[in-house]
């Protein structure tokens, strides 16, 4: 998770307009923070959460992301990230449209539910559970299982643009190639309006 986090951080240029959606405890905003002097917002539905946040400094709101963006103006951010939350929510699609339509950039990390090990574990008849992955059926959060192949063809069906991708698995980046649907643990797409 740490190279996803990174990755993130090293994707947000200085001084930019940050909106975290689903922000967690506010850390990945702090450091942004502290790092690339952003000005930064995060939604945040748990409200242990929006506490963390306010303790660490992080502007943030309590609210619901899946109607929360829709209030807001067009590239009202330079950057809306959703990190790890999109196998979680109601309406992905709609979601990330509207992070490309408030945001300039958008980006977006989830697990790739095709991973081998992933595979391995459902053709051996049970549900995965990774590091990555690491809930059991009955009390995993995710709602949605995506693949980067998945993700890739949604996106070009919505005219989303897929600015850069980056897989990575334990050992850390990946480099791009034919077996990235199947050695990505995780993923980080960098999107924007057609």
Not at 4 to 28: E, P
Not at 61 to 78: A, H, R, T, V
Not at 134 to 149: A, M
Request: with cysteine.
């Amino acid at each position: 998770m740490t190279d996803i986090f990174d990755s993130i951080v090293s994707n947000v240029t200085k001084n930019n307009r940050v909106l975290d959606c689903g922000c967690g405890d506010g850390t990945l905003l702090e450091t942004l923070r502290k790092q690339k002097q952003v000005i930064g917002y995060g939604i945040d539905f748990d409200s242990e959460n929006v506490m963390a946040c306010i303790k660490k400094g992080v502007s943030v709101f309590q609210g619901d992301i899946n109607d929360g963006l829709k209030e807001m103006p067009d590239q009202s951010f330079d950057v809306v990230i959703l990190s790890h939350t999109l196998q979680q929510v109601r309406n992905p699609i709609e979601i990330i449209k509207e992070m490309c339509r408030v945001g300039k950039h958008a980006i977006v990390t989830f697990p790739n539910f095709a991973h081998w090990r992933c595979r391995w574990k459902l053709l051996r008849g049970y549900i995965p559970e990774t590091k990555s992955l690491p809930y059991s059926w009955y009390n995993t959060p995710n709602i949605r299982v995506i693949s980067s192949r998945s993700f890739k063809k949604v996106c070009l069906q919505e005219n989303i643009i897929i600015k850069k991708q980056i897989a990575f698995n334990h050992h850390g980046q990946l480099r791009h190639g034919w077996g990235v649907n199947l050695l990505a643990e995780q993923l980080l797409f960098i999107l924007s309006k057609s």
